[in-house]
């Protein structure tokens, strides 16, 4: 049976690919609150919490124990469902297994990697591996959606991208490199706790742009890293709406992920005048994550083909 005669199951694969990627989005953003209100060691063992199954009536560890029963008892079983989903209904399309595969394999790694920074009492370099995981598990996921929603990709440049949205397809991909390289720079000042030495914006203190001191250098670089990619990003995103013979459907995204950029420039500003608020830093790696789910789904969806066929043989 191919997949256009089982459409009742793709519609509900579909389903399950779209709500695993918000699912996951929830969790990277749970995980920003535990980081931000340093909850990290709130269950100082892992799997259990203080020596017991159940945690303690405190703050810091309901936060870090919220966040492993999510990942635990909400992620990890819908994405082992779509990747049985996969095996199962699918295993003749390779663009749904593949990213179904690598998801189960990086959600296991993401589990390994919690376990190993609690007991490890939370090393920088076990911290930033952890948020890289985690953020690649959710790009995985948006192609998965992608690919569910509109059909397999083709390594090929669009018959939409012509004139100037003709370097639209590359640079979109060099735009999402870029970004994931910043989240993890932000990652850095985070475990390097320098998100606090410059105590003002846009420039770090009394308005001294290129500040010695190592803490502050480490904040200024993500800054001007920040400003570097931001341009890219923008510049990149600018030939997904100008012109006319784009999809609509990318047209729209591009908007979107322009303006929630924007907003996530806003949210950094926001960490320094509202005096480094958990609130607001943990706005900053949700609109982060946000920007990154936008143009991840963008370079999928450039690359996704809605006219073509599956290759079928799947089980019915």
């Known amino acids: 049976m191919d997949l256009e005669r089982s459409g ?15 699912a996951t989005f929830a969790l990277v953003i749970l995980g920003g609150v535990v980081r ?17 199954i159940f945690p303690p009536l405190e703050t810091k560890a309901l936060i870090e124990y919220t966040h492993r029963i999510t990942a635990s008892f909400v992620i990890g079983p819908l994405i082992l469902f779509l990747f049985i989903a996969a095996l199962v209904r699918y295993r003749q399309e390779h663009w749904i297994l593949f990213p179904a595969t690598i998801a189960f394999g990086l959600v296991i790694a993401q589990a390994a990697l919690g376990g190993a920074t609690v007991l490890s009492e939370l090393p920088g370099s076990t911290v930033m591996a952890h948020l890289a995981v985690g953020e690649t598990l959710v790009a995985v996921l948006v192609l998965l959606a992608v690919v569910a929603y509109r059909g397999p990709l083709s390594l090929r440049r669009p018959d939409w991208a012509v004139g100037k949205a003709r370097r639209l397809p590359i640079l979109i991909v060099i735009a999402g490199v870029a970004l994931f390289l910043l ?3 932000g990652s850095y000042v985070t475990i390097t706790e320098a998100f606090g030495a410059c105590s003002e914006w846009p420039t770090c203190l009394s308005d001294n742009a290129f500040p010695g001191e190592r803490l502050q ?5 993500h800054r001007y890293v920040a ?8 510049y990149s995103l600018h030939l997904g709406f100008r012109g006319r013979t784009q999809p609509v459907e990318i047209r729209i995204l591009s908007m979107v992920a322009v303006a929630l950029f924007v907003a996530q420039v806003l949210a950094g ?6 005096d480094f608020g958990e609130e607001v ?3 900053h790696l949700a609109i982060a994550t946000s920007v990154w789910i936008a ?16 290759s079928g043989g799947i089980n019915g």
């Open 269 to 274: 500003a926001g960490v320094i005048w509202g």
């Open 295 to 310: 143009v991840s789904a963008l370079a999928a969806m450039t690359f996704s083909s809605p006219g073509a066929r599956w």
């Open 36 to 52: 931000v209100t340093e909850s990290g060691l709130g269950c100082p063992d892992w799997p259990g919490c203080d020596g017991g």
């Open 8 to 22: 009742s199951f793709h519609n509900w694969f579909r389903g399950l690919s779209a709500f695993t990627v918000l």
């Open 183 to 185: 989240l993890l720079s």
């Open 281 to 283: 830093r943990a706005l």
């Open 217 to 221: 250098v480490i904040h200024m670089f």
């Open 227 to 234: 400003g570097a990619v931001g341009l890219f990003v923008l």
